[in-house]
């Protein structure tokens, strides 16, 4: 059963944690960490190779699918800008900034997210803690301090097209999701300028997705190291708009999930690379240096979980599939 609880269902170690660089990410650490086994690796780089084996799956026809899933997200950079998109429409001019009760501008905003392909949308305050000391380039990240309110959506991913994982076809229902995230975080957001307030649309940018869908009431953190929701399990892909309007915050949620996870195996089991902890507690333990200390979790080896992504030559979801939450049988 889901309840809503006062504080987030995670255990933060404050003398240990602090705001995590992107930089660290197992994607931006390909690039510079020459100790890692995967420097210099790109994932897909063995395709040609693993096409050639004729293996089921993994066809040069799902691999242009792949690659042609993440056009939205690859190419439409201004979903990410945090300024308007073009000229703002003549019409707009006329008014000025829209004021209701939050609880009002709530229901839209939510109402909005929704029609533009978000799954789930929660609201929470922005927690400094997540959002990242530096970005992928090395800058600092400063956010305009009237944004203080995080619109965090979750947009289900392809059931059919996880079910294949690791093949070819799981991970152009992974491209299908950060498109889909794209489109929704560029529309919400001229939504919330059109209405002249503030809107910065992320993808897995600038702040850490997973604790602010958290805060927000989504879900809970799995043994997978994966946002887990009780509508979709970790079958969801995630992205925020951070905003000045004032919206009202929703409170996290627990629907028993660490409890739950304590004595599942499934994800774990499912990983062929050995990445997802076995043991029965979280711990503060860290398995990779794409791990941010001070965080009581089933830390997941990055760094093995990237290699096998390279051996597959494309995303894997097997974590997520296996998950009962998922609902894919
Ligand atoms: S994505 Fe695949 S390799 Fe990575 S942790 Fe999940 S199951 Fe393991
Ligand atoms: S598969 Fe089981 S252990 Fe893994 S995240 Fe899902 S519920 Fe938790």
């Given amino acids: 059963m889901t309840k809503k609880v006062d504080q987030p269902t995670y255990e933060i170690d404050s003398a240990v944690h602090g705001r995590f660089d992107e930089r660290n990410t197992i994607f931006m650490r390909r690039f510079w960490d020459h100790a890692a086994s995967f420097h210099g690796v790109e994932y897909r780089d063995r395709a040609a190779e693993r096409i050639a084996t004729g293996e089921p799956g993994y066809s040069r026809i799902e691999f242009a699918r792949i690659l042609a899933s993440w056009t939205v997200h690859d190419c439409f950079g201004g979903a990410f800008s945090w300024s308007r998109l073009g000229e ?8 000025d900034r829209y004021a209701d009760d939050p609880d009002e501008m709530t229901r839209q905003v939510k109402k909005t997210a929704k029609l533009f392909g978000a799954s789930l949308v929660g609201i929470c305050e922005v927690n400094k803690q997540w959002i990242y000391s530096h970005n992928r380039s090395g800058d600092a990240v400063a956010i305009p301090s009237e944004c203080t309110t995080a619109i965090v959506m979750a947009i289900e991913m392809d ?4 079910a294949t994982s690791p093949e070819y076809a799981s ?3 992974t491209g299908v999701g950060y498109s889909k995230m ?3 975080i560029a ?8 209405l002249r307030y503030k809107a910065l649309p992320m993808g897995n940018d600038t702040a850490l997705s997973i604790p602010l869908a958290i805060d927000a009431g989504l879900g809970q953190l799995g043994r997978n190291g994966l946002l887990v929701t009780p509508e979709f399990g970790p079958r969801i892909r995630l992205c925020k708009v951070l905003t000045d309007m004032p919206l009202v915050v929703d409170q996290p949620i627990d629907f028993g999930l660490t409890t739950f996870c304590k004595t599942c195996d499934r994800c774990s089991t499912a990983c062929e690379a050995d990445a997802i902890s076995t043991e029965p507690e979280p711990t ?4 990779c240096p794409s791990n941010n200390p001070g965080i009581k979790r089933w830390a997941v080896n990055a760094d093995g979980c990237y ?3 390279a051996k597959n030559s494309a995303a894997c979801s097997n974590c997520i599939a ?3 939450f998922s609902k894919i049988g």
Wanted: aromatic letters at 16%; glycine letters at 2%.
């Fill in 171 to 173: 991970a152009v229902a």
């Fill in 322 to 324: 296996a998950c009962p």
């Fill in 159 to 162: 059931k059919e097209g996880v």
């Fill in 307 to 309: 290699n096998f992504w």
């Fill in 284 to 287: 503060f333990e860290i398995a």
């Fill in 88 to 95: 703002a429409d003549p019409s707009m001019m006329q008014f």
């Fill in 182 to 184: 794209a489109f929704a």
């Fill in 187 to 194: 529309s919400l957001s001229e939504f919330l300028r059109n």
